[in-house]
């Protein structure tokens, strides 16, 4: 029973399809990210350079994850994704070629980067508000568990295959391999059966961004998660740039054990993704909050592991905590906003989410620099915490001005 309740989402044919694939793209995404960190680590050897290269690749959400989030409204989500993955897969090969070659410039990073960030900025809202049109209503908390379990058993098996390859043959393997993941993506989408997939009549839909910001702006604890979100992602989740330092200016480590980090962090977040997939109704945002409370406090509490070996073994509470944190609010916000207006509300969510990431990865790469990975990881733990009891301050005020309001969730 426990099982059946944890894999619900399966019993619909589309989304074990998706599921599947959906594999080995994740596993090519992240070996691309650690081959991509260790390529500015070769190539510049700076802190600075690799959070200028993060905020390159996420600044396109500020905008996209928007437009995004509008076309999902008004267009099939299926061939948005075909379009999306297949831009992705040719960035990736082209930064692969270029590798292989030799002929790798740091000015290549930054552009392939900035590419990939534009594709995926959109594809992301597309995805996450595909998923209720693959499962229905009744298993999209379960779903969206699940795909985020997904994703980090690619973040198990990928920044180690990635490691590997790095040591053996150099980066450029690992970019090669996502570019193919893209293409077994779009197989996926195109195997899908239309006639199980809940669709809404798009005839009905008037998608406006006026209507998702006012939206949000009229639903309080959908606003408080944000808030939450917001701060955690752009400080708390910068896990790239903390394992790349940590493995090598704190424990001087080679790519191997640079990769081995990601893997170990993606078991508790792999964990943790299980473990909300079984408690879909125990999603409230002051239980959120509390998880996200606890994550800024284990990222400040790793910081201090003396040895890279207490690292790996403190690593994945933080993980399972992030990620906690990140489904439960993710899952809260697509349950509780209604079908017209989800892609709109989930390109506002990822905005807020990964857009972030622009401002919060080269202010961790100059701190990171200027005073060092350990006392940056600290500050960082402390804006999370400091902004989630801040978001909850917030929240009990506004529903004790707004107790009896229909607008409140």
């Known amino acids: 029973m426990a099982i059946r309740d944890t894999f619900t989402a399966f019993r619909h044919r589309n989304f074990k399809i998706l599921f599947t694939v959906s594999f080995f793209t994740n596993v090519g995404t992240w070996s691309q990210r650690v081959a991509q960190d260790w390529l500015v680590l070769q190539l510049s050897g700076s802190g600075r350079e690799l959070g200028l290269v993060t905020a390159l690749q996420f600044f396109p959400t500020l905008v996209l994850s928007l437009v995004g989030g509008l076309l999902a409204d008004r267009f099939s989500k299926r061939k948005l994704l075909m379009i999306t993955n297949f831009g992705s897969g040719i960035s990736a090969g082209i930064l692969g070629a270029l590798v292989l070659n030799n002929s790798v410039q740091m000015w290549h990073v930054y552009v392939l980067a900035l590419t990939l960030g534009i594709f995926s900025a959109i594809d992301a809202p597309i995805r996450q508000s595909f998923t209720s049109e693959v499962v229905g209503k009744t298993d999209l908390a379960n779903a969206v568990s699940l795909n985020s379990a997904n994703f980090n058993l690619g973040r198990l098996v990928g920044p180690g295959l990635a490691g590997l390859s790095i040591a053996a043959f150099g980066t450029g393997p690992s970019f090669l391999v996502n570019a193919a993941s893209y293409l077994i993506v779009i197989g996926g989408l195109l195997a899908l059966r239309e006639s199980d997939l809940h669709l809404q009549k798009r005839e009905e839909i008037r998608a406006t961004l006026k209507d998702a910001f006012q939206y949000v702006r009229q639903h309080n604890q959908i606003l408080a998660l944000m808030i939450v979100v917001f701060f955690g992602a752009t400080f708390g989740l910068n896990f790239q740039i903390f394992n790349a330092l940590m493995a090598t200016s704190e424990f001087h480590k080679g790519p ?34 509390g998880f996200a409370i606890l994550f800024g406090s284990a990222l400040f509490g790793i910081s201090f592991a003396p040895t890279y070996l207490a690292y790996c073994v403190v690593l994945p509470i933080a993980g399972a905590l992030a990620i906690t944190t990140m489904v439960s609010s993710n899952s809260y916000v697509q349950t509780n906003t209604e079908p017209r207006m989800r892609g709109r509300v989930m390109g506002i969510y990822l905005t807020v989410f990964m857009g972030g990431t622009p401002i919060g990865a080269p ?32 929240l009990k005020r506004r529903q004790e001005i707004v107790e009896s309001s229909p607008a409140t969730l």
């Open 256 to 289: 191997a054990q640079f990769g081995a980090l990601g893997s170990t962090l993606a078991i508790g977040s792999l964990t943790g993704a299980l473990l909300t997939a079984r408690l879909p109704n125990g999603r409230t945002p002051r239980r959120i909050m």
């Open 363 to 394: 202010i961790v790469g100059y701190l990171s620099t200027a005073f060092g990975i350990r006392d940056t990881m600290r500050l960082c733990g402390l804006i999370t915490v400091i902004a989630t009891l801040s978001a909850m301050t917030f």
